[in-house]
């Protein structure tokens, strides 16, 4: 970017390296065969900022009304070391890696390049129950318990099968745990009938802001008190299908503290803006835009408390270790074929130690990151302190999912930089687990 | 139900260790450490109780006697102390877990003093696993050395040249007759057994290695010298040639006959799959220590660690700390699992080359740092930082190295050969 204090020249390279940019683009772009008109437009679409107003998506209305908020009954705590997943989930896994193999990833390369997830596989995903997960059974949810370790279970199923995509289906079910652990009754009344109902509503946790060293407990992002609740001024970056969602539950300081709001789409204020990114493009990233947004007293989730935003952040955090587990797995899968397969000076490439030793080291990474996110997770369950926990988890995924992304480029050399092969897109998506927040609850 | 926290019935048991650790064996760090090939007495007083406590079945776990496959079917009824399973699951949290949390506690005191605990050497681990009734009534409770390296084999075991010849001229005692040279013996010259690796015929490769039980005092055992190490000086490593060195028929473990393909010599590498994770506890054990340390020499500076904001807004040194705890912990639910698996006899072959691994790289790593994080404080002699660093480097070696673990894992993910993938 040209700044104010380059001189005339330097600003004119600027330009024109611009131009040149575009033009080696579009070309590449007619290259590789993107020409259908559908996929230019989504081309420049992305491209181009379009900014539009929230467009009301549903009514939400108390269904029944509740005397007082339900709750998940959490865990009890465990007696023994156990890495062996209950019956239930290992059902529930097995059927969303089952979904995630025969249908996210063969849609997965097209959506990322279309930038949306197919309705079809949303509305699939929800029929598996992945919406209404973190729902207390007393409204209408299938799970009895909450359960942290069945939810990164089945997000790291899903994400087996595409990232971006796994992300699009689960942002709602962060928002529906979301109501579940910390509205009340006259929110729940409200917002959760609709989603353990036929056509759950979209929805994203929204806690990131466009800026560099960005901290998640000092959003810039401002409520301030009205006569008629409160009034909301910022920017949230980086949300989940924010062009499709219905409901935000959105990140912003009040009392100089951090807290949460449930705002629908279509408040008055509320816009969103396309936000493509590196990675995750199946899940339509794009930013939130509130200026002066005025909502009621009830939209303040948690009463403001900001332990409920604290936990809002390690949640999300959670997931995202989750979302890099199950992708670095994919990852793994992918290359140990791939390096057999692939001859080299006569003989399959894996049978040199730098290949060899690659793919072990990603298996070493994989299974610790893995096995720390579980931990926080089962720490969760067991209503143990998981701060720390979670913090290491995401460390383990910002350093180690990130270059398990890249060894699997590596390890195909320059067919791995090629749209040919899943290993760019995941290279992509795996920058995003150590850095996003929001967007996911576990 | 997925569970990664350490059981509280483990908690007696990790306090015990961690007392012998603070009260014996820190103490008595830096002397040691200083006095190489000298004997720490002090341990007599603690094998002593320790024999006691295990007799009583109040302690298990305090070295690698209590790992192997055939210890965890409790033949003899007895359950080790905090030993549980779950009926309805059958989950087991048994001897290979308690080892293990005892070792992480003890080789946080040191290292160097926990690999010289009389009676708690790695040929126990060897004569557990594969020893007759009438061989654990002969060797049982004496303290066994391990004795596989050579010259001209180290990390590839199968080449070794030491050989075993049975001499049957007097049919009433029939007799080995063992030659050739074994070196990085771990406390050989302090045992009362050595457990040597040879051959019955070197053509016939790995299937002809067996192992065989010789007595410290044999006089075809010679004591070549003793090596000076970088760390871990308080265990004595010795260097030995056997000259027609005789033991008798009854002191080869295992089975006699030349196995064909690689059964022998699979049964033999199996018991690195119990120690393995041993072995990645006690780098778990250093770097925790080395870890605590540097926090509260950087606390000291006013640098606390923040579970909750960006480590990236945090102190540098507080991003770093956070890092290499993030990895520590990595290290430390592998090896978990590696011992959990062998506890339930579930295959781990590969999770323990993965947690030996990783915790041996992770433990070099975090106490070099550290070093650096200190400043002059971490690498002088004042505090036991540069110590810890120059201890942690052997657990990246022994038990298989870095790179041999590579091989494991690689092999068992790729379906390779050792011939194939070399």
């Known amino acids: ?442 | 139900m997925i569970n990664l926290e350490v059981p509280r019935k483990f908690t007696g048991l990790i306090t015990q260790a961690g007392q012998v650790a603070e009260n014996v064996f820190r103490v008595n760090s830096r002397k040691y450490d200083r006095a190489e090939h000298e004997y720490p007495k002090e341990l007599d007083m603690l094998a002593a109780m320790i024999d006691g406590m295990n007799a009583s079945g109040r302690l298990n776990g305090a070295g690698a006697g209590g790992v192997g496959g055939r210890e965890n079917s409790s033949r003899n009824g007895l359950e080790p102390t905090g030993a549980r399973s779950d009926p309805s699951t059958g989950n087991r949290n048994g001897t290979n877990l308690a080892s293990l949390l005892g070792l992480i506690e003890l080789a946080w005191g040191d290292v160097g003093l926990l690999l010289t605990m009389p009676r708690q050497g790695l040929g126990q681990a060897a004569i557990a696993a594969v020893a007759t009734p009438e061989q654990l009534e002969r060797f049982g409770g004496k303290w066994a050395a391990m004795a596989i390296t050579e010259p001209e084999a180290g990390s590839d075991s199968a080449a070794i040249r030491t050989t075993a010849r049975l001499d049957e001229s007097d049919p009433a005692h029939p007799e080995y007759i063992l030659n050739g040279e074994k070196i990085f013996v771990t406390s050989g010259d302090r045992a009362e057994l050595i457990v040597v690796w040879a051959t019955l015929d070197r053509t016939q490769g790995r299937g002809a290695i067996k192992s065989f039980v010789v007595e410290r005092d044999n006089p075809g055992l010679v004591l070549e010298r003793l090596e000076h190490k970088l760390g871990i000086r308080a265990s004595d490593t010795a260097d030995f040639r056997l000259v027609d060195c005789r033991v008798s028929r009854e002191n080869l473990l295992g089975s006699p006959e030349i196995q064909t393909a690689r059964q022998g010599f699979a049964g033999a590498m199996q018991t690195f799959d119990n120690t393995r994770p041993l072995v990645a506890g006690m780098a778990i054990g250093v770097a925790r220590a080395c870890l605590e340390r540097t926090r509260e020499l950087l606390s000291q500076e006013g640098v606390t660690v923040d579970y909750e904001r960006p480590p990236e807004l945090q102190p540098g040194a507080a991003a770093e700390l956070i890092a290499m705890e993030a990895d520590w912990e990595a290290a430390r639910l592998l090896t978990l699992q590696a011992a959990w698996m062998a506890d339930n006899r579930l295959p781990n072959s590969l999770h323990a080359s993965m947690a030996k691994a990783k915790a041996g790289r992770v433990a070099t790593d975090i106490a070099l740092r550290c070093v650096a994080l200190c400043g002059s404080l971490g690498y002088g002699e004042g505090e036991l930082l540069e110590k810890w660093a120059r201890d942690a480097k052997i657990l990246d070696i022994f038990e298989g190295t870095q790179q041999i673990q590579l091989l494991v894992i690689a092999r068992q993910l790729l379906g390779k050969s050792s011939s194939e993938l070399k």
């Open chain 1, 1 to 442: 970017m040209p700044t104010q204090q380059q001189n005339l020249a330097g600003r004119g390279m600027a330009a024109g390296l611009k131009v040149i940019n575009w033009l080696a683009g579009s070309e590449l772009v007619d290259r590789v065969g993107l020409r259908e008109p559908a996929q230019r437009l989504i081309y420049t679409g992305s491209k181009r900022t379009t900014r539009a107003t929230t467009v009301a998506g549903r009514t939400f209305q108390a269904a029944t009304r509740l005397g007082r908020p339900a709750r998940q009954a959490s865990g009890a705590a465990a007696d023994l070391f156990d890495l062996t997943p209950t019956d239930e989930q290992h059902l529930l896994t097995e059927a969303i890696r089952d979904f995630a193999l025969a249908e996210l990833r063969p849609a997965a390369a097209a959506a990322d390049r279309a930038c949306v997830t197919p309705p079809e596989l949303l509305e699939q995903a929800s029929e598996l129950g992945v919406t209404m997960i973190g729902v207390p059974e007393e409204l209408g949810g299938a799970v009895d318990g909450r359960s942290a370790v069945t939810t990164v279970l089945m997000a790291e199923a899903l994400a087996y099968g595409d990232a971006g995509i796994a992300v699009a289906c689960l942002a709602a079910t962060g928002v529906a745990t979301a109501v579940s652990l910390w509205g009340d009754a006259e929110q729940q009344s409200t917002y959760l009938h609709e989603f353990v109902g036929e056509h759950p509503p979209a929805a994203a946790l929204a806690l990131m802001e466009p800026r560099a060293l960005f901290d998640p407990f000092a959003p810039a992002t401002v409520a301030r008190r009205s006569d008629r609740g409160f009034v909301l001024r910022g920017v949230k970056s980086l949300v989940p299908r924010a062009a499709a969602d219905e409901l935000f539950v959105v990140g912003a300081t009040l009392d100089d503290r951090p807290a949460l709001f449930v705002i629908e789409a279509g408040t008055d204020g509320l816009s969103t803006e396309p936000e493509p990114a590196m990675g995750l493009r199946a899940a339509a990233t794009g930013r939130v835009i509130l200026e002066d947004v005025e909502v009621d007293p009830g939209a303040l989730l948690g009463d403001g408390d900001p332990s409920v935003y604290a936990e809002a952040v390690h949640f999300g955090r959670l997931g995202w270790c989750a979302i890099a587990s199950g992708t670095c797995r994919a990852v793994l899968d992918y290359v140990k074929e791939y390096v057999n397969d692939r001859v080299a000076f006569g003989e399959p490439i894996s049978h040199r130690q730098a290949i060899a030793f690659t793919v072990a080291n990603i298996a070493i990474e994989l299974e610790g990151l893995r096995l720390a996110t579980l931990r926080a997770a089962s720490r969760v369950d067991q209503g143990l302190p998981f701060a720390r926990e979670v913090t290491l988890a995401r460390r383990l995924a910002s350093q180690h999912a990130a270059s398990i992304g890249s060894d699997g480029v590596q390890l195909l050399g320059g067919h791995g930089y090629t749209t040919e092969h899943p290993v760019e897109r995941w290279y992509r998506d795996l920058r995003a687990t150590g850095l996003l927040e929001g967007g996911l609850v576990i």
